[in-house]
């Protein structure tokens, strides 16, 4: 299965489209929520994460910055 994490600052948002998709169903799984990159890197270090989505101006780590620390 294809784990996915969701990036965002905003509650609403990062809930939103948590809730909104039947991850499973699409044949995905949501690996974790996360409300900035400074989060998102310290999971993906430790886990396999395939997908992310991510809004790219957040507070502590933008998605610009978790981009280029991927790479």
């Known amino acids: 299965m294809t784990n996915v994490i969701i990036v965002e600052d905003e509650n609403i948002v990062r809930i939103g489209l948590s809730a909104l998709i039947d991850w499973e169903a699409c044949g995905f799984h949501l ?36 981009v280029r620390q991927i790479r």
Do not use: C, K, Q, W
């Not at 400074?38 to 933008?62: C, N």
């Open 31 to 66: 690996a974790g929520l996360f409300r900035n990159g400074r989060e998102a890197m310290d999971y993906i270090v430790s886990h396999e994460v395939d997908i992310v989505l991510m809004d790219i101006r957040m507070p502590v780590m933008d998605g610009e910055e978790l």
